[in-house]
């Protein structure tokens, strides 16, 4: 019997989480590298995890394969999450963490996790130049430029048609551009941070 699509996972778990370990277990590595490349330290980082898949579970019954593919819904899901767990970080002290998401994570995965996010340094330099563009143009370059989507792919996880979507991000590719050639006192940008941006 083949294995289960990953809309036929997300139908499932709508109907109860017994097939979330296995859409866990086919994402998780991607859900950590969506996180390395916004969040500095590996608690921020499993604490992301944590909430995207509680969100998984919780809005899975909105998912409509007609709308789009799982992946993409998955992605829309994490960009929205990464948002809100930043926008809560600005208000919060930073002293405070959440202790709900660090189990998601063992000791190993945490040496990992470091490794990763010191490697994304230069995406995240990239990232604060992203922080000052609007954020329809800044989920949109995250999802094309950062996560790998194509064009199409993250338009339908915007909710826009595939035409709109080549319109949006031509234009946000040029505001980003711009952006990245003012100067940034704060944070130094690489020209090859960029590249794929463009």
């Known amino acids: 019997m083949p294995e289960p699509s990953d809309s036929e996972l997300l139908l499932a778990i709508a109907a109860g989480p017994g097939a979330l ?12 590298g969506f996180g390395v490349r916004r969040f500095a330290n590996p608690e921020d980082v499993a604490d992301f995890v944590a909430d995207v898949f509680v969100e998984v579970l919780a809005g899975a019954h909105r998912f409509d394969p007609r709308r789009g593919t799982a992946l993409g819904w998955l992605y829309g899901l ?4 990464a948002a809100a767990n930043l926008r809560r970080q600005a208000r919060a002290d930073q002293t405070v963490r959440r202790l709900s998401g660090r189990a998601a994570l063992d000791g190993d995965d945490y040496d990992r996790v470091e490794a ?4 994304a340094g230069e995406l995240r330099a990239t990232y604060r130049a992203l922080l000052g563009l609007s954020e329809d143009d800044r ?24 035409v709109a979507g080549r319109v949006r991000l031509a234009r946000a590719r040029q505001r980003l551009r711009a952006a990245l050639a003012a100067p940034d006192p704060g944070a130094a940008h690489s020209p090859a941070t960029s590249e794929g941006l463009r």
Do not use: C, M, T
């Open 21 to 32: 370990p296995e859409f866990y277990r086919r994402h998780v590595a991607k859900i950590v």
């Open 116 to 119: 990763q996010i010191d490697a």
């Open 78 to 81: 994490a960009g929205n999450v």
């Open 139 to 162: 989920r949109l370059l995250e999802l094309v430029a950062v996560d790998g989507l194509s064009p199409a792919a993250a338009a339908r996880a915007l909710g826009v048609s595939a």
